[in-house]
């Protein structure tokens, strides 16, 4: 309880926020958004909606399963036949950053990942992604799935005509395709306690040796 639940940033800031100025750049696209989710989710998603998606579809599930997740967001694109997949790079709870690239397999797309400048031009996409210690440019045609992060678009926040406007669209709830979870959550541990610090004055150098030897006993 009292729990403040957000978009995750990738999602919203980057894969969200591109395709809202894709839309912007051309009138006819149409944003869906997708989730898999209770209805504690809702709310966010009236904020997805509020930004610039045109419609959102919520998955009536609660699950943190990577491959459970990717089926049914991809049973949702086949239905839709998308041109453009977008999905953030990762999660900020779980630090998942599998889904992407099942929607992709399941849907038999190409797949980019790690996106951080997207362009158009016709029916193919230019891609700049980001590769150890420098970046890679693709050229892939649609339909095609891509995972996205910094660099893609900025941050937006919602007007008033879009919170206005976002409580008239539609948000459609859907029951899940029958699936089997592939993995579980065994437990949750917290990290070791770190020791306390200690302060030492530059006057008294022979303290800090002091402490080195006999308490972190380095020396």
């Given at each position: 309880?009292?729990?403040q639940w957000?978009?995750n940033p990738y999602?919203e ?6 395709a809202?100025e894709l839309?912007?750049a051309?009138?006819s696209?149409?944003i869906?958004?997708?989730?898999v989710g209770g209805?504690?989710c809702?709310?966010i998603?009236?904020?997805?909606l509020?930004?610039g998606g045109?419609?959102a579809?919520r998955v ?13 967001i991809?049973?949702?694109?086949k239905?839709g036949?998308?041109?453009l997949?977008?999905t953030?790079k990762e999660?900020?709870d779980?630090n998942g950053?599998s889904v992407?690239g ?11 990942s790690?996106?951080?400048?997207f362009?158009?031009?016709g ?5 700049v992604?980001?590769i150890e210690?420098g ?10 799935v891509v995972?996205?992060q910094?660099?893609?678009a900025?941050?937006?926040i919602p007007n008033?005509?879009g ?5 008239s ?9 029958a ?7 065994a437990?949750?541990d917290l990290?070791p306690?770190?020791a ?6 530059p006057?008294t150098p022979?303290e800090?040796?002091?402490?080195l ?6 020396i």
């Amino acid at each position: 309880d009292g729990v403040q639940w957000i978009i995750n940033p990738y999602d919203e800031w980057y894969a969200l926020v591109r395709a809202i100025e894709l839309k912007e750049a051309d009138p006819s696209t149409v944003i869906h958004l997708v989730t898999v989710g209770g209805a504690d989710c809702d709310p966010i998603i009236r904020k997805a909606l509020a930004l610039g998606g045109d419609e959102a579809i919520r998955v009536n599930a609660d699950s943190h399963d990577s491959f459970y997740i990717a089926l049914q967001i991809a049973d949702i694109a086949k239905k839709g036949s998308y041109d453009l997949v977008f999905t953030g790079k990762e999660t900020i709870d779980y630090n998942g950053s599998s889904v992407g690239g099942m929607v992709a397999e399941l849907l038999e797309m190409p797949y980019v990942s790690l996106a951080t400048k997207f362009t158009l031009i016709g029916s193919e996409a230019e891609i700049v992604r980001e590769i150890e210690g420098g970046e890679e440019t693709d050229k892939v045609a649609l339909p095609l799935v891509v995972s996205c992060q910094k660099g893609m678009a900025e941050q937006r926040i919602p007007n008033m005509k879009g919170i206005m406007g976002a409580r008239s669209k539609p948000l459609n709830v859907v029951e899940p395709v029958a699936a089997d979870t592939l993995t579980s959550i065994a437990s949750f541990d917290l990290p070791p306690a770190k020791a306390s610090v200690k302060l030492v004055s530059p006057d008294t150098p022979e303290e800090l040796v002091r402490l080195l030897h006999e308490e972190a006993k380095v020396i």
